[in-house]
């Protein structure tokens, strides 16, 4: 399976790590970039585990929240052959409006 991040997934994560870096410390801005990577590993193995969006567009959307950082939440598609990475927000958001 190919593995994209759309650019807007990149800005996303780094204006997370960024935010934590200077509010809270660096070690909890890494440790953020840590449990991103084993939650990319984990849909990359078992796609079907994020919540279907159905109320989101684009359609065939999932999520799965951050593990540690349960209010951040993994946007992502999963196509034939394709596993693409589309937002990271935080579930606060009007999320409807960040889709459209």
């Known amino acids: 399976m190919n593995i994209t991040f759309s650019s807007v997934f990149e800005a996303d ?28 590993e984990l849909i990359a ?4 585990i994020g919540r279907r969006q159905t109320e989101l567009a684009p359609g065939n959307l999932c999520s799965l929240r951050v593990a540690g950082f349960d209010s951040n939440l993994v946007f992502y598609q999963v196509r034939e052959h394709d596993l693409l990475f589309i937002r990271v927000l935080h579930g606060a958001m009007d999320l409807p409006a960040m889709f459209y």
């Open 13 to 40: 994560f780094a204006g997370i790590v960024t935010h934590f870096a200077a509010t809270a410390s660096p070690e909890l801005a890494l440790r953020f970039e840590n449990r991103m990577v084993q939650a990319v």
């Open 45 to 48: 193995q078992t796609p079907e």
